[in-house]
């Protein structure tokens, strides 16, 4: 791991972010935020989490992006009228960034270097998922069926 | 040169920035919940960039809870989306200023 890569990962990983934010067409927006959850998964593969890295890539890019082009496709006759920024929500976020930033390299104890670590392996996570995280597991389940369902509810035709 | 925790907060820092301008300043509600998910990817970032650099590193805690945040995340936009088509196919529009009755 070196600064170098995170740089060169990071640069297009914001690039692709601030498109996403402040392009016009939703379209090329849903893309440049593909594009930028491809860099956070370069930056988990490089912090040596492969396994989260791939479960961004198929749930983001394979599920989520997929999902916001298709209601992009349903509501399709809207686009176009939604011209104008809110400057105040623009300002918020600048300032958020400015503060954070300044508290991040004030403060002396996260300019740390990463210790070694033994590989996480697909093994060790699927034991503790199977043993210790069980409980957790089976609720992720549940809140997952849930949504389903309640998507479905949402989506489907009023009776009238 | 081996990178510190700094610069990956940092990167951290500028995406939750990018999905903040974009759920503030949007008016649009898919841009809003663009928004919202480059928030959690960076939240996510975070969790996992702690873990690496903690000393119980070898723990697979910060791995599973950037997991189950992102399995989270999932079923979040997956109820949005179908919140903006409801909305829609009601109003007629995805613009969040012009939805601002409560009678349907």
Known sequence: MSSAAVVIIAIPTLAAALAAATLRNLMHATLSFAVALVGVAALFFLLGAEFVGLVLVFVYIGAVAVLIVFTILLTRRDVGKNRGANWGGAFLAVAVFGGLTWAIFKTQSVAVVAPYVRAITVKRIGEALMTSYVWPLQCVGLLLTAALIGALVLVMEEKR | ?104
């Open chain 2, 1 to 104: 040169m081996t990178p510190t925790l700094q610069l990956f907060l940092f990167v951290s820092v500028a995406l939750f920035s990018a999905g903040l301008l974009a759920a503030l300043s949007r008016r649009h509600a898919i841009f809003i919940l663009i928004g919202i998910e480059m928030m959690l990817a960076a939240a996510n970032l975070n969790f996992i960039a702690f873990w690496r650099f903690s000393p119980q590193s070898q723990a697979v805690t910060g791995v599973l809870i950037a997991i189950f945040s992102i399995a989270i995340a999932a079923a979040e936009a997956a109820v949005g989306l179908a919140l903006v088509i409801a909305v829609y196919r009601h109003y007629r529009t995805t613009n969040v200023d012009r939805l601002d009755q409560l009678k349907g």
